[in-house]
């Protein structure tokens, strides 16, 4: 079985910075594609920056140039830095992982962490 649990997020003040992380355990052969999505109350659940297996990264518009989202596969882990918040960026943050597992290829999704930009 694989779990996903997501840290790092919290209130910060406009400007500000987080970093969070999405760690994997479990019977994990080897991640392929990942991806962050938000979740803002009231709004569809939106695809904000991914990153394929060739290193290649994609971002929405609205937070190319101030997010980042990276891995560490020897550690199982995404992150997704986020410099200069605004308070637009409220939302549930969630990371999408495609993985070879001992039972197969599938994507799983972390539990969701709350992400306040306010002052």
């Known amino acids: 079985q694989v779990q996903l649990v997501e840290s790092g997020g919290g209130l910060v003040q406009p400007g500000g910075s987080l970093t969070l992380s999405c760690a994997a355990s479990?019977?994990?052969?080897?991640?392929?594609?990942m991806a962050w999505y938000r979740q803002a109350p009231g709004k569809l659940r939106e695809l904000i920056t991914s990153l394929a297996t060739d290193n290649s990264a994609y971002y929405t518009d609205s937070v190319s140039g101030r997010f980042t989202i990276s891995r560490d596969t020897a550690k199982y882990t995404v992150y997704l830095q986020m410099n200069d918040l605004k308070p637009e960026d409220t939302a549930v943050y969630y990371c999408k992982i495609d993985m070879v597992t001992a039972v197969g290829a599938d994507a799983y999704w972390g539990q969701g962490i709350q992400v306040t930009v306010s002052s």
């Open positions: 479990g019977r994990i052969v080897k991640f392929a594609a």
